[in-house]
Structure formats: structure tokens, C-alpha cells
């Protein structure tokens, strides 16, 4: 079992900014892929962003991509989603997850089935 506790959510004006993070308990955290997902209210959970277990594959979605940045350190055990520049339509619940397959494709990193394990999610909300 692997336990992910996010933080760093919480009320920020348009054009601010805000890191996120996930910090990872139970099993080997350079075992596993992280990703991150959001949820609006009445919305699907959307991806945000994925890192690799070495921290060399990235993959951002197109909404987020040049203001997000996802990031871990392994010797933490913690992942981070730095957010810039945000927007009112970023308002939503953040939430990461983390994959104990390699397999770093648009596919699979994308898709919430591919998680095998989920936070409880942080509130981020952007007044404009």
C-alpha cells in the first residue's frame, strides 16, 4: 500500500501561484509514477501533469502546460506541482496518484485507470 497526503492548496487571486504537494508513505516512492489530476465541481477528474520514477519523462496537459510544473525528489518522498499564473477555471479539487507500471505513455499517464493509488485531494480555488 503506498499513502499520498497532498498539501499546499487554498485561495489565491488570478495571476497568483501556489506548489502543491504530495508526500508519499508505505512502499519504495522511486518505484512508482506520480501524476496529478483535478476536479472541478460536476466535472470529470482531468489529468494535469505526470513524472516518470526517475524524474526524466514529463508530460503536461495543454491547459496547464508553461504555467505548471511537476517535480518529485525521491529522497523526500514527495512530489510537487508548482502552479503559476492561475487562472479562475484552475478552481478545483487537486488531486495526485501514483502508478507502479513503467509505462510512460499520453495514454496511460492520462487516464485515471492507470493509478493504482490516489490522495484525498486539496482545494484550490482562484478568484478573479
Known amino acids: 500500500q503506498v499513502q499520498l497526503v497532498e498539501s499546499g492548496g487554498g485561495l489565491v487571486q488570478a495571476g497568483g501561484s501556489l506548489r502543491l504537494s504530495c508526500a508519499a508513505s508505505?512502499?519504495?516512492?522511486?518505484?512508482?509514477?506520480m501524476g496529478w489530476f483535478r476536479q472541478a465541481p460536476g466535472k470529470e477528474r482531468d489529468f494535469v501533469a505526470a513524472?516518470?520514477?526517475?524524474?526524466?519523462?514529463?508530460y503536461y496537459a495543454d491547459s496547464v502546460k508553461s504555467r505548471f510544473t511537476i517535480s518529485r525528489d525521491n529522497a523526500k518522498n514527495t512530489s510537487y506541482l508548482q502552479m503559476n499564473s492561475l487562472k479562475p477555471e484552475d478552481t478545483a479539487v487537486y488531486y495526485c496518484?501514483?502508478?507502479?507500471?513503467?509505462?510512460?505513455?499520453?495514454?496511460?499517464?492520462?487516464?485515471?485507470?492507470?493509478?493504482?493509488?490516489w490522495g484525498q485531494g486539496t482545494q484550490v480555488t482562484v478568484s478573479s
Open positions: 496518484a501514483a502508478s507502479g507500471s513503467p509505462l510512460f505513455t499520453i495514454a496511460t499517464i492520462t487516464s485515471t485507470h492507470y493509478y493504482d493509488y
Open positions: 508505505g512502499r519504495t516512492f522511486s518505484n512508482y509514477l
Open positions: 513524472i516518470g520514477r526517475s524524474g526524466s519523462n514529463i
